[in-house]
C-alpha cells in the first residue's frame, strides 16, 4: 500500500531555470496538497487540487508558480524563472474523497536548492 | 484567517519523563486537529489526530486534549525515549476550508 510518492526527492536548478515536482497520491485519494517549508518552519500551504480541478490557490504566488493534476499522471506543481529565495523543502499531501477534514498524509518531499 | 502559535520552540527532557506541547488557535469554526512528528529530512508523519466533538484522545504513549471554549489543544507525549526526538507540528483546520495552518513547530530531544 504505497504512499504519497514525489519525486524528484533533490532538485538542483540555476537561478531563471524551470522546476517540475511530481507527486503521485495515496491509492484512492483524489485530493491532493501542495505544501512549503522553508528550514527551520512550518508549513506553509500553497494549493489544492482534485483531478482536473484547482480548488484553491490562495497561497500559491500568482506569477512564476502553476499546479495541475490532470486526469491522468501525477500531480505536478512548476515554478518558472526559479530564484533563490524558492529554495525549500516542498511537500505533497493526499486524502480520500469525502466531505471534508480528512486526515492528509505527506510525501517524502522535494528538496529544491537554487544555485 | 486561521493562526496557529505553539510552545515552546524547542523542549528538553529526560528519557523517561513527560513532555507537553501546545497549540492555540483563533478560528472558533476550526474543528480537526491533527499531530505531526518530523524527522530531519523526512515527511511530516501524522501520529495523532482530535476533532471538535472530542476532548481528549489517547494513543499508548500519545495523547491529545483539545479545549474548545478556550481555542487550545496539546499533545502529551509519556514515558518519553530517544527515538521521540524530532520536531512536533500541530495544524488546525476549519470547516469547510482546504488547507491545515500549522504552527511553528517545537523541536524535542529526549535525553538518554
Known amino acids: 500500500n504505497a504512499g504519497v510518492m514525489q519525486n524528484p526527492r533533490h532538485l538542483v536548478r540555476r537561478r531563471g531555470q524551470e522546476a517540475r515536482l511530481r507527486c503521485s497520491p495515496m491509492?484512492?485519494?483524489?485530493?491532493v496538497y501542495w505544501y512549503r517549508q522553508l528550514p527551520e518552519e512550518g508549513l506553509k500551504f500553497m494549493v489544492y487540487?482534485?483531478?482536473?480541478?484547482?480548488?484553491?490557490e490562495s497561497g500559491m504566488p500568482k506569477e512564476r508558480f502553476s499546479a495541475e493534476f490532470p486526469k491522468e499522471g501525477p500531480s505536478i506543481l512548476r515554478i518558472q524563472q526559479v530564484v533563490r529565495g524558492d529554495s525549500a523543502a516542498y511537500f505533497c499531501?493526499?486524502?480520500?474523497?469525502?466531505?471534508?477534514?480528512?486526515?492528509?498524509?505527506f510525501g517524502d518531499g522535494t528538496r529544491l536548492s537554487i544555485l | 484567517g486561521e493562526n496557529v502559535e505553539q510552545h515552546p520552540s524547542t523542549l528538553s527532557v529526560q528519557e523517561g519523563d513527560s513532555a507537553v506541547i501546545k497549540c492555540t488557535y483563533s478560528?472558533?469554526?476550526?474543528?480537526?486537529f491533527p499531530w505531526y512528528k518530523q524527522e530531519l529530512g523526512k515527511r511530516p508523519q501524522l501520529i495523532i489526530d482530535?476533532?471538535?466533538?472530542?476532548g481528549e484522545k489517547k494513543d499508548q504513549r500519545i495523547a491529545v486534549t483539545l479545549n474548545k471554549t478556550a481555542k487550545h489543544f496539546s499533545l502529551h507525549i509519556t514515558e518519553t525515549q530517544p527515538e521521540d526526538s524530532a520536531v512536533y507540528f500541530c495544524?488546525?483546520?476549519?470547516?469547510?476550508?482546504?488547507?491545515?495552518?500549522f504552527g511553528t513547530g517545537t523541536r524535542l530531544t529526549v535525553i538518554p
Open positions: 499531501a493526499s486524502s480520500p474523497p469525502s466531505q471534508s477534514n480528512q486526515p492528509q498524509h
Open positions: 491509492k484512492g485519494h483524489s485530493h
Open positions: 487540487l482534485q483531478k482536473e480541478n484547482i480548488i484553491d
Open positions: 478560528d472558533s469554526a476550526s474543528n480537526y
Open positions: 482530535i476533532r471538535s466533538n472530542v
Open positions: 495544524a488546525a483546520l476549519s470547516t469547510g476550508a482546504n488547507n491545515l495552518f
